[in-house]
């Protein structure tokens, strides 16, 4: 089945699920993604005696929300980030690509700002069906980082929707593809620790990278009012949860850190035992940038200016020792922007690309 998504975010002031396209406003390009499935998911009221067929019955509440499956490339991310991250800088003309072409830097990060802008959105499916969804927000994001190409799965909630029956070929003709490189699991290199740390691993030691972002939206009777069947205002934010793990193979490149995470202060030059030290907490910088060696003018960056680093169990067999670190980032460390701002977040994220703004910036 084919499938694409546009996606378009709310202008400031407006009211929360305004649709974005009767104001003439339209998705910069369409994004082709694995798979999609908004749905109003109507929660039915109770039904009073079913015993021999209905008596009575009544719609429920709508509680819309649905799943995104997308190739990370680095021309769709700022769309995707802006309203994962909700925090945005950008900078345009900043760098000349090798082509001569002018490179834009959108920067991102996560800041006491519980909000996410919302945006309307046209999914396609199939060639004959469109689903068109409104105040839509992005609750979570996952990206997957393995040997292969790179995955981002969205979940998200909207307000409401409408349907249309279309002729996709002919749909086609009124929208821009976006044509993009997938980045791929060569393309990155992952840093714990900094360039003069006396412990430093970098990627040729992982072959796994997995971020996760919670945005923890309260649905349900939480964003209801009386006269409406669908959410009366803007779901509030709860928290923003922020993970990441990092697989690796254990040998002794990275021994010295996978030890050091486990039993901090460990000294392998001690030439004796070493034992944990409880009170010492593992942390470390953590870095992660992907850089397609067929565009290498455009690339990610992500930065978790501190993080604590734990280790699960390490997995054994009789030739390879994996471990798996668990990344959890502080909220206390800064980082500067392009431009010479300085902001406290958990992860900053850098997307230097052709693609333009996706929307106004938004700053705290």
Same mark, same amino acid.
Request: hydrophobic share 30%; aromatic share 12%.
């Given at each position: 089945?084919?499938?694409?998504?546009?996606?378009?975010?709310?202008?400031?002031?407006?009211?929360?699920?305004?649709?974005?396209?009767?104001?003439?406003?339209?998705?910069?390009?369409?994004?082709?993604?694995?798979?999609?499935?908004? %749905?109003?998911? /109507? =929660?039915?009221? @109770? #039904?009073? !005696?079913?015993? &021999?067929?209905?008596?009575?019955?009544? $719609?429920?509440?709508?509680?819309?929300?649905?799943?995104?499956?997308?190739?990370?490339?680095?021309?769709?991310?700022?769309?995707?980030?802006?309203?994962?991250?909700?925090?945005?800088?950008?900078?345009?003309?900043?760098?000349?690509?090798?082509?001569?072409?002018?490179?834009?830097?959108?920067?991102?990060?996560?800041?006491?700002?519980?909000?996410?802008?919302?945006?309307?959105?046209?999914?396609?499916?199939?060639?004959?069906?469109?689903?068109?969804?409104?105040?839509?927000?992005?609750?979570?994001?996952?990206?997957?980082?393995?040997?292969?190409?790179?995955?981002?799965?969205?979940?998200?909630?909207?307000?409401?929707?409408?349907?249309?029956?279309?002729?996709?070929?002919?749909?086609?003709?009124?929208?821009?593809?976006?044509?993009?490189?997938?980045?791929?699991?060569? %393309?990155?290199? /992952? =840093?714990?620790? @900094? #360039?003069? !740390?006396?412990? &430093?691993?970098?990627?040729?030691?992982? $072959?796994?990278?997995?971020?996760?972002?919670?945005?923890?939206?309260?649905?349900?009777?939480?964003?209801?009012?009386?006269?409406?069947?669908?959410?009366?205002?803007?779901?509030?934010?709860?928290?923003?949860?922020?993970?990441?793990?990092?697989?690796?193979?254990?040998?002794?490149?990275?021994?010295?850190?996978?030890?050091?995470?486990?039993?901090?202060?460990?000294?392998?030059?001690?030439?004796?035992?070493?034992?944990?030290?409880?009170?010492?907490?593992?942390?470390?910088?953590?870095?992660?940038?992907?850089?397609?060696?067929?565009?290498?003018?455009?690339?990610?960056?992500?930065?978790?200016?501190?993080?604590?680093?734990?280790?699960?169990?390490?997995?054994?067999?009789?030739?390879?020792?994996?471990?798996?670190?668990?990344?959890?980032?502080?909220?206390?460390?800064?980082?500067?922007?392009?431009?010479?701002?300085?902001?406290?977040?958990?992860?900053?994220?850098?997307?230097?690309?052709?693609?333009?703004?996706?929307?106004?910036?938004?700053?705290?």
């Amino acid at each position: 089945m084919v499938n694409y998504v546009g996606i378009v975010y709310e202008d400031a002031g407006d009211a929360y699920g305004t649709d974005q396209f009767k104001k003439n406003k339209s998705p910069a390009y369409y994004i082709h993604d694995d798979g999609h499935s908004p %749905d109003l998911n /109507v =929660q039915d009221f @109770d #039904e009073e !005696d079913t015993r &021999n067929g209905l008596d009575e019955f009544r $719609n429920g509440y709508f509680e819309p929300e649905g799943d995104l499956s997308l190739s990370a490339h680095t021309s769709s991310l700022p769309t995707i980030l802006y309203g994962v991250m909700g925090l945005y800088k950008y900078n345009s003309n900043i760098e000349t690509a090798s082509d001569g072409t002018k490179l834009n830097i959108h920067e991102f990060w996560i800041g006491d700002k519980f909000e996410r802008p919302a945006f309307s959105g046209d999914f396609t499916s199939g060639d004959f069906l469109l689903k068109r969804v409104f105040g839509g927000l992005f609750d979570s994001m996952e990206w997957d980082a393995n040997l292969n190409k790179t995955k981002i799965d969205l979940s998200m909630i909207y307000k409401t929707e409408s349907i249309k029956q279309i002729s996709l070929e002919s749909y086609r003709s009124n929208f821009s593809m976006l044509k993009a490189i997938p980045l791929v699991g060569y %393309d990155y290199t /992952v =840093q714990i620790g @900094d #360039e003069n !740390d006396d412990i &430093n691993t970098t990627s040729n030691c992982f $072959n796994d990278f997995k971020l996760t972002i919670e945005n923890n939206h309260q649905t349900g009777d939480d964003a209801r009012c009386l006269g409406s069947i669908s959410y009366g205002f803007k779901p509030n934010m709860e928290s923003c949860n922020i993970e990441a793990e990092a697989v690796t193979k254990f040998n002794r490149r990275n021994y010295e850190f996978i030890i050091g995470a486990m039993h901090n202060e460990y000294n392998p030059n001690s030439g004796g035992w070493n034992s944990p030290a409880p009170c010492k907490e593992f942390t470390k910088k953590v870095t992660v940038k992907a850089q397609s060696c067929v565009d290498p003018d455009e690339y990610v960056l992500m930065v978790f200016p501190k993080c604590r680093i734990t280790v699960d169990p390490i997995e054994a067999d009789s030739n390879v020792l994996e471990a798996t670190l668990k990344i959890k980032p502080f909220n206390t460390e800064s980082v500067t922007l392009s431009n010479n701002m300085v902001k406290t977040t958990p992860l900053y994220i850098k997307v230097v690309t052709r693609a333009t703004r996706v929307a106004p910036d938004i700053i705290e």
